[in-house]
């Protein structure tokens, strides 16, 4: 019986990628394992599997009985419903320590680093294989998109000397002009619903015992959005409802501007303004220089709660 091995709900470039490099890893050490995925693959994520040629994981969403690794997320609301009934062989994640625990013991690599491939890509360096030069490709694009072309303050030079590294074995020396054209894929907006575009990088909290969901739209140039917010918070007045939310925010981050626009509808603004110290008007706040929900939201938010 195979081992699954998948991201986190809503799957960014990191879970899905890391999910075929953490298999092909794992194959290669004598495990029978296969890349799953939880949801519809991005835009973005399009654009670097077709790059490299690589087919899209098989969509799974329930895991009972099954053996399974996660990568990429260790939050039960990121996982499948059912994850409970799953034996979880292990975690490969760079977030905070999320709230699933194990029956047995498991194999844990989380480091505080920019992605999760920098960590499969040092799992491949400890288990001395070799990576192959489209997977290498697709690691490295994974690395570029979750440190926003080493912009955020996620960054780490284990996630510059991993790029380094994979763009020597893929052959693609100008990796900061690839991912340009992946960011330009990533902003793609035309046709996309407001709540494609809420969804599309969206995760759920629970803030001690408080629902919070935050979604994130990292793009070249917001402005291109500027005529779509009312769609947007209707959506998001949606959203709220639907999932009992207490807060909702949706980060619109502007990479070469660096920094978010701020859409959020809370049961209590004042949490968010404490949080980010900035007055909210008409539910919305510039905040200068943030990229990262994981790094300059979460643990700003989170105490409020
Ligand atoms: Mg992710
Ligand atoms: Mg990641
Ligand atoms: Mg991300």
Not at 29 to 40: I, K, P
Not at 88 to 95: A, M, P, Q, T, Y
Request: some cysteine.
């Amino acid at each position: 019986m195979s081992t699954y091995i998948f991201g986190h709900t809503n799957p960014d470039s990191d879970s899905i990628v890391g999910a075929i490099s953490l298999a092909y890893l794992k194959n290669k050490l004598g495990e029978d394992c296969v890349a799953t995925r939880q949801g519809d693959i991005s835009p973005e994520t399009e654009f670097i599997l077709n790059k490299f040629n690589t087919n899209a994981p098989e969509l799974k969403t329930s895991y009972a009985g099954e053996k399974v690794y996660l990568v990429d997320f260790s939050d039960l609301a990121q996982a499948p419903k059912d994850i409970k009934e799953a034996t979880i062989l292990g975690i490969v994640d760079h977030h905070k320590l999320g709230d699933i625990t194990t029956d047995t013991p498991l194999e844990c690599w989380i480091r505080p680093i920019g992605c999760s491939n920098t960590v499969i890509k040092q799992m491949f360096d400890y288990y001395k294989v070799d990576i192959p030069e489209n997977i290498a490709g697709m690691m490295m694009c994974a690395i570029l998109s979750d440190t926003v072309i080493f912009k955020s303050p996620t960054c780490t030079k284990e996630d510059t000397k991993a790029v380094k590294e994979l763009s020597q074995i893929c052959g693609i020396e100008d990796y900061k002009a690839l991912a340009m054209e992946m960011f330009i894929a990533k902003s793609a907006v035309d046709g996309a619903s407001a709540r494609n575009l809420n969804t599309r990088d969206y995760k759920a909290f629970d803030m001690n015992g408080t629902k919070v969901g935050i979604g994130q739209l990292e793009m070249v140039d917001i402005s291109v959005l500027d005529n779509r917010i009312d769609e947007l918070f209707e959506d998001m007045k949606l959203m709220k409802a639907e999932d009992s939310l207490h807060t909702i925010a949706i980060l619109l981050t502007d990479i070469m501007e660096e920094g978010s626009r701020l859409l959020v509808l809370s049961d209590d603004v004042s949490k968010v303004e404490n949080a980010f110290n900035v007055k909210i008007e008409n539910n919305q706040a510039w905040l200068d220089g943030v990229l990262s929900r994981k790094k300059q939201v979460i643990p700003f938010l989170q105490p409020q709660f």
